[in-house]
């Protein structure tokens, strides 16, 4: 798969942790995929499968390249998965 896992984010929430950077917790709201950026396999394209801007999206550590066999996507965001993103993965 050439794809690479960006994730739609939420607003920041503040959670009050000393832990968490800014005292806010962004959480995950949709995981996509994104074609490479023309002539930079290691960049995000500018959009997503399904056609949503990947500018303001963070970009997965896991990548599905890196876990052959396994679904692209984290299997513990399987709920929030963009059904548009994975119905092109799938044709």
Same mark, same amino acid.
């Given at each position: 798969?050439?794809?690479?896992v960006?994730?739609?984010?939420?607003? &920041?929430? /503040?959670? !009050? @942790?000393?832990?968490?950077? $800014?005292?806010?917790?962004?959480?995950?709201?949709?995981?996509? =995929?994104? &074609?490479? /950026?023309? !002539? @930079?396999?290691?960049?995000? $394209?500018?959009?997503?499968?399904?056609?949503?801007?990947?500018? =303001?999206?963070?970009? /997965?550590?896991?990548?599905p390249?890196?876990?052959?066999?396994?679904?692209?996507?984290?299997?513990?965001?399987?709920?929030?998965?963009?059904?548009?993103?994975?119905?092109?993965?799938?044709?």
């Amino acid at each position: 798969m050439t794809e690479i896992v960006v994730y739609e984010l939420d607003k &920041p929430v /503040a959670t !009050g @942790a000393p832990e968490a950077p $800014g005292g806010a917790e962004r959480r995950v709201r949709t995981v996509h =995929a994104a &074609p490479p /950026a023309p !002539g @930079a396999s290691g960049e995000t $394209g500018p959009r997503t499968l399904c056609g949503k801007d990947t500018f =303001a999206m963070a970009r /997965a550590r896991r990548q599905p390249s890196d876990h052959p066999g396994e679904p692209w996507y984290p299997e513990e965001l399987a709920s929030v998965v963009c059904p548009d993103c994975a119905a092109v993965i799938e044709t």
